[in-house]
């Protein structure tokens, strides 16, 4: 019984996969197609004509859809991101970004594409040249990944948040304001203040400082919840709960609902801070920004916006 040209190519891809060294996990229909999509490879296509499309993730299931007759629901994305296109990018199968490598992660520009290298040894598959040309490639490989992993650590932003603790977040603007929050807001507005929390716009693992936050007498379980930052004003027994808003999530009232449940066996007091890169931003969110909140704009570091209450900059007892 002849294969049809669609099960031949996601056949052909999960053995391209394999010879490259990709897991178990990895060694599924999903990356196969993955793989195709990255590729341009279409059903009727050749493995001696590919392309190295800069596709989304979105574009890519869609691909899989127009060409393959495979549909994945949309809640898949993050099974692509997480389950294929994370290990893909790790192992050099596909840069991040190549066209904007300091595009925010959350950005739905966000995009894949094949490296070069490995783009010239897949035009081989199929070929007498393949198994050389493959071992080659795989000789050079590690040094490959390693030079990848260092154009990603250059594009992270350093941050110093304690003597002697420098920690890197994804670049961005949401990580640049998460920066000057520390280096610009917290001198200013809280001198000397412990840095308990500062949270990255890839991981929401940056820095925890969880004993202390628990000596204050809040446990945390959902850490997805927790605000970007976090400071500790030891001087006046304050923690500054702090979003950063590059485009969604300033502390309107739902916000400051969930953040004074999360906080609420606090021993310190709560003082809930809004920061915008700039004032235009800031406009965007004006009607929905909480009232007893604090507003801080990065473009006018020395100022600060109090929406209303019985005091400036300071915890409100409820």
């Not at 296509?45 to 549909?71: A, K, N």
């Not at 959350?106 to 493959?134: D, F, I, M, R």
């Not at 507003?295 to 900059?313: C, K, Q, S």
Request: net charge negative.
């Amino acid at each position: 019984m002849p294969v049809s040209p669609l099960s031949e190519k996601i056949a052909e891809s999960l053995a391209i996969l394999q010879a490259l060294g990709m897991p178990r996990a990895q060694l599924n229909d999903r990356s196969a197609l993955t793989l195709l999509a990255l590729l341009d490879l279409k059903p009727a296509g050749s493995w001696q004509q590919l392309e190295r499309p800069q596709i989304g993730v979105t574009p890519i299931m869609d691909w899989c859809r127009d060409f393959y007759s495979t549909t994945y629901a949309p809640n898949s994305r993050e099974t692509f991101r997480r389950q294929t296109l994370h290990q893909f990018r790790e192992a050099g199968i596909v840069l991040y970004n190549p066209d904007k490598p300091d595009r925010p992660v959350n950005s739905p520009a966000a995009c894949y594409q094949v490296p070069t290298e490995l783009h010239n040894v897949l035009l081989t598959y199929g070929t007498p040249k393949w198994e050389s040309v493959l071992t080659e490639y795989l000789a050079t490989r590690p040094t490959l990944t390693a030079q990848y992993a260092r154009a990603r650590d250059m594009e992270l932003i350093p941050l110093q948040v304690a003597p002697g603790t420098v920690i890197k977040l994804s670049a961005g603007k949401h990580s640049q304001l998460i920066s000057d929050i520390i280096h610009e807001f917290g001198p200013r507005f809280a001198p000397n203040a412990e840095v308990i929390y500062v949270g990255d716009t890839a991981s929401k693992d940056g820095y925890f400082q969880r004993e202390q936050l628990a000596a204050l007498g809040v446990e945390v379980d959902a850490h997805g919840q927790m605000p970007d930052v976090v400071l500790y004003d030891v001087a006046r027994n304050w923690l500054l709960l702090i979003e950063s808003v590059t485009s969604h999530g300033p502390v309107d009232g739902k916000r400051h609902g969930e953040l004074s449940k999360l906080f609420a066996a606090s021993k310190a007091g709560l003082v809930y801070v809004t920061a915008f890169p700039d004032r235009k931003t800031m406009g965007k969110y004006l009607a929905d920004i909480s009232w007893e909140t604090e507003v801080w704009v990065a473009e006018a570091p020395t100022h600060m916006i109090h929406f209303n209450g019985d005091r400036y900059l300071g915890p409100h007892q409820i």
